[in-house]
Structure formats: structure tokens, C-alpha cells
């Protein structure tokens, strides 16, 4: 079935975030354990919490539009998410993995912060202006998570350069 109308790419849209934010609930437990930043492993506990409040969310917008959320795979985040793993495997535990780690994660808040912005414009385009809302609040947190990580870079970016 090809996306021919905007209300299709809309609904295609926020099936590829459903599925993203889902491979994103599976995967930061991982990334918590693996942190040793206690400022980075108490910013990725907050943001699993906010994201598991996304896929609700998505499944809210869902309900609103009369659609599931299921059905689509994100490939995109499956990448990006895979190219997080590999941090765990190439890096030892320690502020350089914490550095890459935070790098990965900017990497999918910004993944993110693309469809949500996406998704909520064609939502207004369209009058769903109580979707666009929702969608805006998840972009908010979004944006946050990615702030907070980059404010925790420079202290961490810092420890690793010292510690070589």
C-alpha cells in the first residue's frame, strides 16, 4: 500500500515513531546499566520514563484518528539504535563510553526531534489540532533529553579528556 494523501503520511508517520519509541523503552534499560555517570544514568532513567509516557501518547493519537499504531517497523531507529550497541561493545566501562554513549543518544533524540516535528506540522495542516498539540508535547521532551544530555557532555567530555 503506498502514502497517496497527507492523512496517510501522518498515520504512516506516527506508526514509524510508535515503533521507534517502543525499540527505544526495550533499549535504555541497557544504556542505564552501562552508564556509570551517575547524572547521565539518572537523565536516561527520566527520559525511559517520558518515553514509555510517549508511546502512550502515540497510542492516545491513535485512538483520536481511529488507527493502531502497529504494523511498521522504524528501520531508521533500528540503525541508530544498533549503532548505540556497538558503543557498549567497542568501549570500555567508564567516562569515554559515557561520552560515546551520550553522542549515541543525542543521535536518537534528534531522530526523533525530525519526526515529531513532521508528524505535528502535517496534523496541523490537517486541523488536528488536538493531535498537533500532543505531538508538541513530545517534541518539548525531546528537546529537553537532548538539552540535558548536551549539558552533561561538557562535564563528562572533560573527565574522559583527563582521564587519557
Do not use: W
Request: charged share 30%.
Amino acid at each position: 500500500m503506498g502514502v497517496e494523501t497527507m492523512q496517510e503520511l501522518l498515520i504512516d508517520e506516527l506508526k514509524d515513531l510508535y515503533s521507534a519509541e517502543k525499540q527505544i523503552v526495550r533499549a535504555l534499560p541497557k544504556l542505564v546499566k552501562a552508564a556509570t555517570s551517575p547524572d547521565l544514568q539518572d537523565a536516561l532513567s527520566t527520559h525511559l520514563e517520558e518515553t514509555k509516557g510517549h508511546v502512550a501518547r502515540l497510542e492516545k493519537i491513535g485512538e483520536i484518528l481511529g488507527k493502531k499504531m502497529t504494523g511498521k517497523t522504524c528501520v531508521g531507529m533500528k540503525g541508530v539504535l544498533e549503532e548505540g550497541s556497538e558503543v557498549l561493545e567497542d568501549t570500555e566501562k567508564g567516562t569515554v563510553r559515557d561520552a560515546a554513549l551520550i553522542s549515541a543518544c543525542q543521535r536518537v533524540e534528534h531522530y526523533e526531534m525530525a519526526g515529531y516535528g513532521s508528524a505535528r506540522e502535517f496534523a496541523k495542516l490537517l486541523g488536528r489540532n488536538e493531535v498537533a498539540g500532543l505531538l508538541d508535547e513530545t517534541l518539548a521532551e525531546e528537546k529537553n533529553a537532548d538539552k540535558k544530555l548536551s549539558g552533561i557532555s561538557k562535564q563528562v567530555n572533560s573527565q574522559a579528556k583527563q582521564e587519557n
